[in-house]
C-alpha cells in the first residue's frame, strides 16, 4: 500500500509509523510487523460483481465459521497482538452475526476496519458502526452511474453508494472510497476523482487488478493504461493538497507504483527525492507485504498469505489458532515470501528498483506464469527505466 499524500504530496498522515517506520510507536524493522488480517467473514453477497476475487453470490455457503469459532479467532488475534483486523466478504454486513463480530473485535482492542459494497448502510447503520468504534468503512466504488450498476450487476446500487458515503459522513464515521482500477474506471477516472471532490469524501484506495475470481476475466489494463491512471491520480492529489483540501490517496497490489513514483519526483521535486527513496527502502514494499504484513482468514477458515492467493492454504482456523499458522516455519512458499529477494527472476531479479517495490506482487506472477517467483506482469515500467533506477 502506497500513500501518495505521503509521499508524493509531502502531507504526514496517521499511519506513517506503520508504513514508513521513522516514528513513536514503529516496529524496528517493516519485517517485524505483525501483519494485518483480511477476514472474510461471509462468502454470501447481495450483489455479483464483475471482478469479484471470491466469486461470491447470493445463496448460503456451507462449513463457513461457526460463533464459537469467530470468538476463539478474536481471542487469538487480540493476544498476537495484530494491528488491525479488516472484515471483508462476499459482503461481511450480510453475515448474521456482523455487529456482534464487530463489538467484539473493538471490545478486544482491536483496530477495526470494514470493505463493504455499501448498499446497506443506511442512516441507522452508519450511526451503529460510529458507536461500535470502527477505525475505518471502505465503500467499493467502479464508475458513476450505470457504470457501477453494471459492474455490481445490479440496477441502483450507485445511488446506494452515495447514500452510503453520506450517511457515514452525516454521522461522523470515517469512510472511503476503494475502487479497482479497470479499462472502465481508469476511462471513467476523472468523473471518479471529481466525484470524490463535490462528496467529501477524504480517503480513497486505489487496488490495482489481481486475476482471481471472476477478476480472471477483466485483463485488459495495459500498461500505459497504468501509467496514465497514475499520472491522473498524482496529479489530483497534489491539486487537493494545494487546494488545502487533502485527502489520503493510496494504491495498493503494485508496488511498482512507488518506483514510478520517483521518477516522477526526480524530475519534480528532485531535493525531496532522498527522503522519499529512505520511506519507502524501509517499507520495502511487496517484500514485507504478503505473508508479512498482511495475511488472509477465508470464509471456511483457511489461511492464506493474502485475500488473493486461495491457492496456497497454511493451515485452519478452526484446528489451529492464527498465530500458529502465521509464526510456523514448515512452508516453503510462505518462507520464501519472507525472504523474497533472492529467489525472483527476470526483470525483477535487474531491476534498480528492487529495494523499493521488493519484487512487486507475487501471486499475479503466480497467476500468469506458475512461478510464483517469476516476473509481476502488472509491472509497468520499461526495461529502460528498471536498468538506470534514479
Same mark, same amino acid.
Given at each position: 500500500? =502506497?500513500?501518495?499524500?505521503?509521499?508524493?504530496?509531502? /502531507?504526514?498522515?496517521?499511519?506513517?509509523? !506503520?508504513?514508513?517506520?521513522?516514528?513513536?510507536?514503529?516496529?524496528?524493522?517493516?519485517?517485524?510487523?505483525?501483519?494485518?488480517?483480511?477476514?472474510?467473514?461471509?462468502?454470501?453477497?447481495? =450483489?455479483?460483481?464483475?471482478?469479484?476475487?471470491?466469486?461470491?453470490?447470493?445463496?448460503?455457503?456451507?462449513?463457513? #465459521?461457526?460463533?464459537?469459532?469467530?470468538?476463539?479467532?478474536?481471542?487469538? !488475534?487480540?493476544? *498476537?497482538?495484530?494491528?488491525?483486523? #479488516?472484515?471483508?466478504?462476499?459482503?461481511?454486513? %450480510?453475515?448474521?452475526?456482523?455487529?456482534?463480530?464487530?463489538?467484539?473485535?473493538?471490545?478486544?482492542? =482491536?483496530? #477495526?476496519?470494514?470493505?463493504? +459494497?455499501?448498499?446497506?448502510?443506511?442512516?441507522?447503520?452508519?450511526?451503529?458502526?460510529?458507536?461500535? &468504534?470502527?477505525?475505518?468503512?471502505?465503500?467499493?466504488?467502479?464508475? %458513476?452511474?450505470?457504470?457501477?450498476?453494471?459492474?455490481?450487476?445490479?440496477?441502483?446500487?450507485?445511488?446506494?453508494?452515495?447514500?452510503?458515503?453520506?450517511?457515514?459522513?452525516?454521522?461522523?464515521?470515517?469512510?472511503?472510497?476503494?475502487?479497482? =482500477?479497470?479499462?472502465?474506471?481508469?476511462?471513467?477516472?476523472?468523473? %471518479? /476523482?471529481?466525484?470524490?471532490?463535490?462528496?467529501?469524501? +477524504?480517503?480513497?484506495?486505489?487496488?490495482? !487488478?489481481?486475476?482471481?475470481?471472476? &477478476?480472471?476475466?477483466?485483463?485488459?489494463?495495459?500498461?500505459?493504461?497504468?501509467?496514465?491512471?497514475?499520472?491522473?491520480?498524482?496529479?489530483?492529489?497534489?491539486?487537493?493538497?494545494?487546494?488545502?483540501?487533502?485527502?489520503?490517496?493510496?494504491?495498493?497490489?503494485?508496488?511498482?507504483?512507488?518506483?514510478?513514483?520517483?521518477?516522477?519526483?526526480?524530475?519534480?521535486?528532485?531535493?525531496?527525492?532522498?527522503?522519499?527513496?529512505?520511506?519507502?527502502?524501509?517499507?520495502?514494499? &511487496?517484500?514485507?507485504?504478503?505473508?508479512?504484513? %498482511?495475511?488472509?482468514?477465508?470464509?471456511? $477458515?483457511?489461511?492464506?498469505?493474502?485475500?488473493?492467493?486461495?491457492?496456497?492454504?497454511? &493451515? +485452519?482456523?478452526?484446528?489451529?489458532? *492464527?498465530?500458529?499458522?502465521?509464526?510456523?516455519?514448515?512452508?516453503?512458499?510462505?518462507?520464501?515470501?519472507?525472504?523474497?529477494?533472492?529467489?525472483?527472476?527476470?526483470?525483477?531479479?535487474?531491476?534498480?528498483?528492487?529495494? *523499493?517495490?521488493?519484487?512487486?506482487?507475487?501471486?499475479?506472477?503466480?497467476?500468469?506464469?506458475?512461478?510464483?517467483?517469476?516476473?509481476?506482469? $502488472?509491472?509497468?515500467?520499461?526495461?529502460?527505466?528498471?536498468?538506470?533506477?534514479?
Amino acid at each position: 500500500m =502506497l500513500n501518495l499524500t505521503r509521499l508524493y504530496g509531502g /502531507l504526514a498522515q496517521p499511519a506513517d509509523a !506503520l508504513r514508513y517506520g521513522h516514528g513513536h510507536g514503529a516496529p524496528r524493522t517493516a519485517a517485524e510487523r505483525r501483519p494485518i488480517v483480511v477476514w472474510n467473514i461471509t462468502r454470501r453477497c447481495n =450483489l455479483k460483481c464483475l471482478h469479484c476475487y471470491s466469486d461470491s453470490d447470493a445463496r448460503f455457503y456451507p462449513g463457513e #465459521l461457526t460463533w464459537e469459532h469467530m470468538v476463539s479467532v478474536v481471542d487469538d !488475534l487480540a493476544r *498476537f497482538k495484530v494491528p488491525a483486523v #479488516l472484515l471483508s466478504g462476499g459482503e461481511p454486513m %450480510i453475515h448474521p452475526r456482523f455487529f456482534d463480530l464487530a463489538r467484539l473485535v473493538r471490545e478486544k482492542g =482491536l483496530r #477495526l476496519t470494514i470493505s463493504t +459494497n455499501g448498499t446497506m448502510i443506511d442512516r441507522n447503520t452508519a450511526r451503529k458502526l460510529k458507536k461500535i &468504534g470502527v477505525t475505518y468503512v471502505g465503500i467499493s466504488l467502479d464508475g %458513476i452511474g450505470e457504470t457501477h450498476d453494471h459492474f455490481r450487476g445490479r440496477a441502483g446500487t450507485f445511488d446506494k453508494v452515495v447514500e452510503a458515503f453520506a450517511n457515514c459522513i452525516a454521522e461522523q464515521q470515517k469512510v472511503g472510497l476503494r475502487l479497482t =482500477l479497470t479499462r472502465h474506471t481508469i476511462d471513467d477516472l476523472d468523473r %471518479i /476523482l471529481d466525484f470524490i471532490e463535490a462528496n467529501d469524501i +477524504n480517503r480513497v484506495c486505489f487496488y490495482h !487488478l489481481v486475476y482471481s475470481g471472476r &477478476g480472471e476475466n477483466l485483463k485488459d489494463v495495459t500498461h500505459d493504461d497504468s501509467r496514465r491512471a497514475l499520472d491522473k491520480i498524482m496529479d489530483r492529489t497534489n491539486e487537493w493538497i494545494a487546494m488545502g483540501q487533502p485527502r489520503e490517496v493510496l494504491t495498493v497490489d503494485q508496488p511498482a507504483d512507488g518506483a514510478y513514483m520517483l521518477m516522477r519526483l526526480k524530475n519534480e521535486e528532485p531535493d525531496r527525492l532522498a527522503e522519499v527513496k529512505d520511506l519507502l527502502a524501509w517499507n520495502g514494499g &511487496g517484500a514485507n507485504s504478503s505473508g508479512i504484513g %498482511i495475511g488472509n482468514i477465508d470464509t471456511q $477458515g483457511n489461511v492464506h498469505p493474502d485475500q488473493f492467493w486461495q491457492s496456497l492454504n497454511l &493451515g +485452519n482456523v478452526k484446528e489451529t489458532p *492464527f498465530s500458529e499458522i502465521w509464526t510456523q516455519r514448515e512452508n516453503t512458499t510462505l518462507n520464501g515470501l519472507r525472504n523474497r529477494l533472492p529467489l525472483l527472476n527476470g526483470r525483477c531479479k535487474e531491476c534498480q528498483f528492487l529495494k *523499493f517495490c521488493g519484487g512487486g506482487f507475487r501471486v499475479r506472477a503466480l497467476q500468469t506464469h506458475g512461478d510464483p517467483w517469476a516476473d509481476d506482469p $502488472g509491472c509497468y515500467l520499461t526495461d529502460e527505466e528498471i536498468q538506470m533506477g534514479v
